[in-house]
């Protein structure tokens, strides 16, 4: 073949790429109508991906799937009336107790799209239920606009009064309006998809993007698979917490990290705090409700020691107290030995479960590695339950064994040394751009991760476990 013939086939060959190019591009863009609203961009308009999602209270595990809200609309519509959801074609928020609750919340990602100001209405909210919510809209994922509330199917929202001309937004984050504002029995607003009034997006090969995702493996899992929305320490008191301890009492050791760790709960997260010691006596020094930190610390300061260990009787206690709280629970035992007042722990702990309530008990067997009574005692408090036992013998595993009680964070810092993703374990990870990426996570002592690569199109991994009190890392 002459270089003519060459040249001409080569130009032939790129032509039918194009007009196939043409072809795709026109269909992905073909108008689309959802609910009397007509799409030019057709189911390209809608949200691509889950940035962050984390539910509030009344949200049950089928309707707990924030990619439910991915793509165009696919639920029947307004009509839906349930408190934790519509179907599982939609993803619930669930409530917030006030503002200070930092849950209820959902954030979406435009990738092949994005949203503008155009005439008219630019941002469509589907909406099963009819509950209101609150919608901020940003460029870069970290800094949000508030663009007001919606309900509805869809719920519609103008941004000019908002934003700047030719301004370019590619993410929304919903937000339930708290429980003050909204009285209804049961609030929470419902998300089947969330469309944008934009343009395309076509993205660069020297822009491309790759997905990080940190996940928790064995015993870590098991608290990021089933987040509690409500959170109860039982803390031992009782005369044997006076024991000598790293040159300080049982009691006052406990005292100091509970006081430490209490700053790494979210703002939002409903917490009780309950003591036990002496037969028949057990304190109730805060219900569940939101987080009053500086009340927290106040109760726990002035504790102090004294009488037997009433382990069946405190979670008969504990019972009770659960019966004023709706939603999930995570009840977290500390005790140094077994029950000494004729109680029966672990048929209390039984009818915990038996009473029907969402919960499971972390267990934290505190110096009694000794004693196998006691620690067998303990442990099927735990297993029965659902939780997981923790042994700890000093305070540094104390730490980390009370460190369940909080989400664990991480930090993803690009090559210039700039924070550019702040998440939790376990939550839907950023979509980065192609490079190589510094990973902190929070873990006591920190795990940082040098050069954790990001691939165009491709998710990269660490999965995270902990095994005898030390925790480790893998990129995949």
Request: include cysteine.
């Amino acid at each position: 073949m002459n270089t003519s013939a060459r040249a001409s086939s080569i130009f032939l060959i790129l032509m039918i790429g194009f007009l196939i190019t043409m072809v795709s591009s026109l269909a992905l863009a073909e108008p689309t109508t959802y609910s009397g609203i007509t799409f030019p961009l057709g189911d390209r308009s809608f949200a691509d991906r889950v940035v962050s999602y984390r539910a509030a209270s009344c949200v049950r595990a089928s309707f707990a799937n924030p990619r439910a809200a991915l793509g165009p609309p696919d639920c029947d519509g307004d009509g839906c009336r349930a408190c934790y959801g519509c179907d599982t074609c939609a993803v619930a928020l669930g409530y917030r107790l006030s503002e200070l609750d930092d849950r209820g919340y959902l954030t979406l990602e435009f990738v092949d799209n994005l949203l503008l100001d155009v005439p008219g209405n630019d941002l469509f909210v589907y909406i099963t239920n009819n509950k209101r919510c609150q919608v901020e809209i940003s460029a870069n994922g970290t800094n949000f606009i508030f663009v007001g509330e919606v309900s509805g199917y869809p719920g519609v929202i103008d941004i000019s009064p908002f934003v700047s001309d030719k301004e370019e937004f590619h993410f929304v984050r919903l937000r339930d309006v708290p429980r003050d504002e909204d009285r209804s029995p049961c609030p929470g607003p419902s998300i089947d998809a969330v469309g944008a009034m934009g343009t395309a997006l076509e993205v660069e090969p020297s822009e491309a993007f790759g997905v990080l995702e940190v996940l928790p493996l064995g015993e870590l899992a098991i608290s990021a698979e089933r987040p509690a929305e409500n959170l109860l320490l039982i803390l031992d008191t009782s005369t044997s917490m006076d024991e000598s301890f790293e040159n300080a009492s049982k009691l006052d050791v406990a005292k100091r990290i509970l006081l430490e760790l209490l700053d790494d709960i979210l703002d939002g997260t409903e917490v009780g705090f309950r003591s036990f010691g002496g037969c028949g006596k057990s304190k109730l020094l805060m219900p569940i409700g939101p987080i009053d930190r500086t009340e927290l610390k106040a109760q726990i300061q002035v504790l102090e020691t004294g009488g037997a260990t009433p382990l069946a009787y405190a979670l008969d206690k504990a019972r009770e107290d659960c019966a004023q709280i709706a939603g999930s629970k995570l009840l977290i035992l500390v005790s140094d030995g077994q029950e000494t007042c004729r109680g029966d722990p672990i048929a209390a702990a039984r009818s915990l479960v038996a009473a029907g309530y969402d919960l499971r008990v972390q267990v934290v067997g505190y110096d009694v590695a000794q004693y196998q009574v006691a620690r067998e005692q303990l442990k099927q408090i735990a297993e029965v339950t659902g939780g997981v036992y923790f042994d700890v013998s000093d305070s540094e595993e104390l730490r980390r064994a009370l460190q369940i009680a909080a989400p664990i964070r991480y930090e993803v810092y690009n090559e210039q040394g700039e924070v550019v993703f702040s998440g939790v374990l376990g939550e839907p990870g950023p979509r980065l751009p192609a490079g190589v990426y510094r990973v902190v996570i929070a873990t006591l002592p920190p795990l940082e991760l040098e050069s954790v690569g990001i691939q165009p199109e491709q998710t990269t991994t660490i999965t995270l476990q902990r095994s005898d009190g030390t925790y480790s890392a893998e990129v995949k």
